[in-house]
């Protein structure tokens, strides 16, 4: 199975700031993952597939970058409905493992 | 509109058996491929497997190989997950999605909560 790592696992951050959440795989996955947002007692909503491409509706702020086995989420301006878990997961082969969140917290 | 409903939520004992349904709505059923997804109490999330509507391919992790069952029936746009003995160890909200291209899950159920206890 690949394995994905997440990094930070927690990150406290204001509203406006510029947010980075890393991913890294345990072996190349080309362009392969996608990024997910999920807000407590909800589904998990499609953010970025294939590392950089924006999934219909997904606001502009949020961006991806990386290939291979480095990974980037970027969101530009942090806005309220932001906080939330984020996870990766890569669609390069079965099972399709995702990482283990990182939670985004209000400072 | 696309949309996946999942049955309700269940309670049941150790060693009953149990089989979760999810149904699409608004898009080709037998054209993509269904995933399911657990999530622990406070946990992350776990890809489980894939199920293929159009012809029941599936694809299981080899940590759910064996102990759970996915089926599908394109006659009724309806996939399944099902379990013939439960623990308590599979209490958890379970998550059915849409599997779109390059393998990212589009659109989700809105998760039915199992839980075992005696």
Redesign the interface.
């Known amino acids: 199975d690949i394995q994905m790592t997440q990094s930070p696992s927690s990150l406290s951050a204001s509203v406006g700031d510029r947010v980075t959440i890393t991913c890294r795989a345990s072996q190349s996955i080309s362009s392969y993952l996608n990024w997910y947002q999920q807000k407590p007692g909800k589904a998990p909503k499609l953010l970025i597939y294939v590392a950089s491409s924006l999934q219909s509706g997904v606001p502009s702020r949020f961006s991806g970058s990386g290939s291979g086995t480095d990974f980037t989420l970027t969101i530009s301006s942090l806005q309220p409905e932001d906080f939330a878990t984020y996870y990766c997961q890569q669609s390069y082969s079965t099972p399709r493992t995702f990482g283990q969140g990182t939670k985004l917290e209000i400072k | 509109e696309v949309q996946l409903e999942q049955s309700g939520a269940e309670v049941k004992k150790p060693g009953e058996s149990l089989k979760i349904s999810c149904k699409g709505s608004g898009y080709s059923f037998s054209s993509y491929w269904i995933?399911w997804?657990r999530q622990m109490p406070g946990k992350?999330?776990?890809?489980m497997?894939?199920i293929s509507p159009d012809d029941s391919d599936t694809?299981?992790?080899?940590?759910f190989q064996g102990q759970v069952t996915i089926s599908a029936d394109k006659s009724i746009s309806t996939a399944y997950l099902q379990w013939s003995s439960l623990e308590a160890s599979d209490t958890a909200m379970y998550?059915c999605?849409r599997q779109?291209?390059?393998?990212?899950?589009?659109y989700?159920?809105?998760?039915t909560l199992v839980t075992v206890s005696s």
Do not use: H, K, M, N
């Open positions: 995933g997804v992350g999330l776990e890809w497997g894939i694809r299981y992790s080899p940590s998550y999605a779109a291209g390059a393998a990212a899950f589009d989700w159920g809105q998760g």
